[in-house]
């Protein structure tokens, strides 16, 4: 089959990959585009992951699209309420059409004297083959996520194999696991367990969450009972704003603040703790983190229904090393026993970059933990290709859809200006590379070295405020003297920026 040949090419049609389809479409309706997802239905995340009680760790005001009002009473939603609406967005919005199901993008090489993308990769038969398929783009444009969906992170614990009860990863939840009745203990500290307790307790089970650290939970209400308010008052678009903006501005100062003022931040979440749990039960040792707030997630707890498992008698929280897995459950170096029927890993991700695709310039490849990121949207030294990362901190959507307007902009650009060729230019050699992210949780630190560097300043810094973000890609010109423009094919540069220390 002959390559097929397209403007830009989008990898992933998760949250990331809808936001670039509808900004496509919208703000460049001249190009030709696809969206190839290696799955065979949309929604990236919020159709992978089946364990009890997924739900946002954001609330829906700010992870829904600026343009698809968020409409339903609860702020704080379960995945599939979040996949119905991720649906809904495609049906109103025309994006299906755009997507290719069952396609899963192995390579990109960057052809200089040709300017575009040659793009290796399968489609999946109905007999369960593969069918290799080669597509031509002018851009590349990486909407993947970070995370492998293949498999979660498993730490290798000592006798796994003699337990006989079941051992399931969260990510990879069976359909139709029976928990009424049993006795189950979730191995983890982060938003995942938060999630899962509860779910787990209210169908019957009686959960341990068994941490090695202790998590900083912030305890939200599921209503927005503001932006309920605002809904009656204005009309619906107006009051979506209003509560987005709220809710972002909102984001952004807790966050400030942990950075500013970590112990009024400390004190201000552990007292809520403190109000939700159980008469008499101590913050010591089970919610007091060793580290300070937002150097990791914080795991939000709405209607505080994991404190009120906790209450109930439905769970309890260990904190302890894992000596062993045995026959009838664990040996906690302690001395402790947890007996189970039931034992769920939620031990975090495994990071990937690019949807796992190995990418090359002039058949050289790229090795992503070498890249420096160009305004949190591009790579310094390579063309035309663009990738979504989210915020940390808040929202991943909120990220999602100023990179893709943005990419609307410099594509836009190019037609404008009739060239063909955008590539950001390295950092000089006075500028410092720094890590991608200073969060210190495990997934991220397992998989610093491939994730890209940062730069100290300019525009190879990453901003961590939606509004600082909103002024530089929204409103700044395009054209700013680093992004460069060329008309004809251009030669990638012999050496990528990275290969300097950090």
Not at 229 to 245: D, H, I, N, Q, S
């Amino acid at each position: 089959m002959p390559p097929e040949t397209l403007d830009v090419l989008v990898i992933g049609a998760g949250i990331s990959g809808l936001s670039a389809a509808w900004h496509l479409q919208t703000h460049c309706p001249e190009r030709r585009f696809a969206v190839l997802e290696a799955r065979h239905t949309l929604g990236g995340t919020w159709s992978l992951f089946r364990y009890p009680g997924f739900r946002s760790d954001s609330d829906m005001y700010t992870l829904g699209f600026h343009f698809k009002p968020w409409r339903e009473r609860e702020a704080i939603v379960r995945g599939p309420a979040i996949l119905q609406y991720l649906r809904e967005t495609a049906r109103e919005h025309g994006l299906e059409r755009h997507i290719r199901y069952g396609m899963l993008v192995r390579s990109a090489n960057w052809h200089s004297q040709a300017a575009r993308w040659e793009v290796q990769a399968v489609r999946s038969t109905p007999e369960g083959g593969e069918e290799p398929l080669t597509f031509h783009c002018s851009f590349l444009f990486a909407c993947g996520g970070y995370y492998r969906y293949d498999h979660g992170h498993q730490p290798a614990f000592e006798g796994m194999a003699s337990f006989r009860g079941t051992h399931v990863h969260a990510q990879q939840w069976p359909e139709g696991l029976p928990v009424r009745g049993k006795r189950v203990v979730v191995i983890g500290s982060g938003a995942t367990a938060a999630t899962l307790v509860p779910a787990l307790a209210a169908e019957g089970a009686q959960v341990v969450l068994l941490q090695r650290t202790p998590s900083y939970y912030f305890v939200v209400p599921a209503r927005d009972r503001i932006a309920l308010l605002l809904r009656r008052l204005l009309p619906e678009r107006w009051a979506y704003a209003l509560t987005r903006a709220k809710n972002v501005a909102l984001g952004a100062f807790l966050f400030r603040r942990s950075r500013s003022q970590p112990e009024k931040v400390r004190g201000f979440l552990l007292k809520q703790v403190a109000k939700a749990l159980p008469a008499g039960q101590s913050l010591s040792p089970h919610f007091t983190p060793p580290y300070g707030p937002w150097q990791q997630r914080l795991c939000l707890v709405p209607d505080a229904d994991l404190f009120k498992a906790l209450a109930d008698g439905r769970a309890e929280v260990v904190t302890d090393h894992i000596e062993c897995f045995t026959e009838s459950g664990l040996r906690l170096k302690g001395g402790r026993e947890l007996q189970a029927d039931v034992i769920v890993s939620a031990t975090g991700l495994e990071l990937q970059l690019l949807g796992g695709a190995q990418l090359s310039l002039d058949g050289v490849p790229l090795e992503t933990g070498r890249l420096v990121s160009y305004k949190g949207v591009m790579y310094a030294g390579v063309p035309n290709l663009a990738a979504t990362f989210g915020y940390l901190a808040a929202s991943w959507t909120l990220k999602a859809d100023l990179t893709s307007r943005y990419v609307c902009r410099v594509l836009n650009h190019l037609r404008d200006t009739g060239t063909r060729v955008a590539t950001p230019g390295l950092p000089p050699a006075d500028v410092e590379l720094q890590p991608f992210a200073d969060f210190t949780s495990g997934y991220f630190q397992r998989a610093m070295h491939r994730l890209p560097r940062q730069g100290s300043q300019g525009p190879w810094k990453l901003f961590d405020r939606y509004a600082d973000d909103r002024r530089r890609l929204l409103h700044e010109p395009v054209d700013d003297g680093v992004l460069a423009f060329s008309a004809g094919p251009a030669q990638a540069p012999e050496s990528l920026p990275l290969a300097r220390a950090a």
